[in-house]
């Protein structure tokens, strides 16, 4: 049965005809990369670029040739990949945070989200043909560099080599989900092993056994750090974790339904701002609300893994209940995305109901690729 095939329709025709050609027409740099930002009123800004957003905006392009896409997805996609590897390498094999337009290095720093994003666009990449086995060896390198320099005793990764604390659960999400594309794309090792570890170590130590939320910040053990930043719990992880245990089912032969279910509630039953109906940022462990604002990120990442969880629920009820949250967070998603240039977004909703003027961040177009993908898939349309 289809679902959402209005929303589908509507989500197809912003991707397709304003935001994949603005990204691509304006977002890139024809120098070399991508842009950080398009302010409001359609034009670049100038600033120094995040390897996350190179690696993010060519999995964009990626995904947007599997759904269909007939615009220049491969040139884009490579535009970003080539700026990447050639930019943004050490000599250790880890990949530096920041470098400037000319691609000379600003930052060296080493940040574990930021090595996720690079397995994931390497995964993606390797998926749609952009490469062969060099992507597969610049993957398995960077992940031995990784066990390496950065293993845990315990589980997981460090953030940094000499050590750097708190330890974060968030590198790790994205982590799991580079490693699980690595294995739906056909190579197991060593990916499908890592994969399984950073599971086990969600679901031991990073999940809440009181609430099943998972937290954000850990002490070198992995238990919750200390203070208020021991019990921060983000709705928009709630959902993008919930949604990766689920997909551990069918990649790596894993059930963790009722952690992933469990995890989902914690972010609905807390996370949802009744007048905005919108995700929040941040909750406590008891999920009382210490940061009302709602980012556009969080917003996607409930619409695809309600809709998910709707698309696999055979008690019709329970499958009422995930379509019409999919429903509710579609049309907030709407609302980010009513701005003057098609294409363009808000990044923050604030409790006031206000929106901040501020330009459009590259680096969300990953989640609304990522979300709108299910949503197509739902509504028949890919």
């Given amino acids: 049965m289809a679902l959402l095939e209005a929303q589908a329709r509507w989500a197809r025709e912003w991707l397709f ?43 964009a392009f990626l995904e947007a040739g599997r759904l269909g896409w007939d615009g220049p997805w491969r040139e884009a996609a490579r535009h970003g990949l080539d700026f990447l590897l050639a930019h943004y390498r050490r000599p250790d094999g880890l990949f530096r945070a920041l470098v400037a337009p000319d691609g000379r290095p600003l930052d060296e720093t080493a940040d574990l989200y930021d090595q996720a994003f690079v397995l994931f666009a390497l995964a993606h990449a390797y998926t749609a043909g952009l490469g062969g086995d060099e992507l597969v060896s610049a993957a398995r390198a960077l992940v031995r560099q990784l066990e390496a320099e950065r293993g845990n005793p315990v589980g997981g990764f460090e953030e940094a080599s000499p050590r750097v604390l708190p330890l974060r659960s968030n590198p790790h999400m994205h982590l799991l989900e580079a490693h699980l594309a690595w294995v739906a794309a ?147 998603v709407r609302t980010f995305l009513d701005v003057p240039v098609k294409g363009l977004w808000h990044e923050y909703w604030l409790a006031d109901e206000s929106f901040p003027e501020e330009a459009s961040p590259a680096s969300s177009l990953y989640h609304l690729v990522s979300a709108f993908a299910v949503v197509l898939k739902s509504g028949g349309l890919a």
């Fill in 17 to 59: 005809e304003a935001a994949l050609p603005l990204w691509w027409s304006v977002g890139a740099d024809p120098a070399g990369g991508f842009h950080e930002k398009i302010a409001l009123d359609g034009m670049p800004v100038a600033a120094s670029r995040r390897i996350r957003v190179q690696a993010r905006q060519a999995y």
């Fill in 186 to 332: 056909g190579v197991r090792e060593p990916f499908a092993e890592v994969a399984r570890d950073i599971v086990a170590l969600a679901v031991t130590r990073l999940i809440d056994p009181r609430t099943g939320a998972i937290g954000e910040y850990y002490d070198g053990d992995w238990r919750f750090a200390a203070g208020e930043s021991g019990g921060v719990r983000e709705p928009g992880h709630q959902f993008e974790w919930a949604y990766l245990l689920d997909h551990v089912g069918p990649v790596l032969g894993l059930d963790h339904r009722a952690a992933s279910r469990r995890m989902y509630g914690f972010g609905t039953r807390f996370g949802i701002d009744p007048v905005r109906k919108a995700a929040m940022f941040a909750l406590d462990a008891a999920g009382q609300v210490s940061d009302p604002r709602a980012r556009l990120w969080a917003q996607t990442e409930r619409l695809r893994t309600a809709l998910i969880f709707a698309g696999a629920e055979s008690d019709a009820a329970i499958r009422a209940d995930y379509v019409a949250a999919a429903e509710e967070a579609f049309e907030v």
